[in-house]
Antibody
């Protein structure tokens, strides 16, 4: 059984850096073809891709957010970390991590709501 | 503005069939058979319903089916049930970006 869970702060102030951790089980990020992605969803709005990291440490970022995002992995801990700098109220959203393989988001975490407010 | 275009809403009565469209370009939907559909109930995480245009993951009802014609993919739900009321998102591989792209989502109302 594959599970993923996001953790991190629920409230951040404008201009601060957000750090989110995805802890997963049931698959290995050292297996060829496997990736973990981060997707967010502002309240009442659509899903938006943020970043993706593959088993071989290949990293992909949303072109519009690339300058603010960093994704890393710790294979031994089964964790993927996403950092987003210079947070703004428009970044208020539920942030999801997901198991990714062959262009498919097979399994999702429950999501974590992050509010940006002073 | 999302890269893939979906209708904002669709509705149907229990037992009926509905179809949700997802329109892209030859750089995404039309060029590859890597279209997925996700169901999202309010307050819940999305759930994979269809992958690679028309394949169902284990455990997904066969009332859900997918297809593609040209630059438009479609999700059909037959024998509508109240539990099908949710938001549905399509996603596709794209050659014009480093990441997959989502549609804007479609709210399905079961009347």
């Amino acid at each position: 059984q594959i599970t993923l869970k996001e953790s991190g702060p629920t409230l951040v102030k404008p201009t601060q850096t957000l750090t989110l951790t995805c802890t997963f089980s049931g698959f290995s990020l050292s297996t060829s073809g496997v990736g973990v992605g981060w997707i967010r969803q502002p309240p009442g709005k659509a899903l938006e891709w943020l970043a993706l990291i593959y088993w071989n440490d290949d990293k992909r970022y949303s072109p519009s957010l690339k300058s603010r995002l960093t994704i890393t992995k710790d294979t031994s801990k089964n964790q993927v970390v996403l950092t987003m700098t210079n947070m703004d109220p428009v970044d208020t959203a539920t942030y999801y991590c997901a198991h990714f393989e062959s262009s498919i988001l097979w399994d999702w975490g429950q999501g974590t709501l992050v509010t940006v407010s002073s | 503005q999302s890269a893939l275009t979906q209708p904002a809403s669709v509705s149907g009565s229990p037992g009926q069939s509905i179809t949700i469209s997802c329109t892209g370009t030859s750089s995404d939907v039309g060029g590859y058979n890597y279209v997925s559909w996700y169901q999202q109930h309010p307050g819940k995480a999305p759930k994979l319903m269809i992958y690679d245009v028309s394949n169902r993951p284990s455990g997904v009802s066969n009332r859900f089916s997918g297809s593609k014609s040209g630059n438009t993919a479609s999700l059909t739900i037959s024998g509508l049930q109240a539990e099908d009321e949710a938001d549905y998102y399509c996603s596709s591989y794209t050659s014009s970006s480093t990441l997959e792209v989502f549609g804007g989502g479609t709210k399905l109302t079961v009347l």
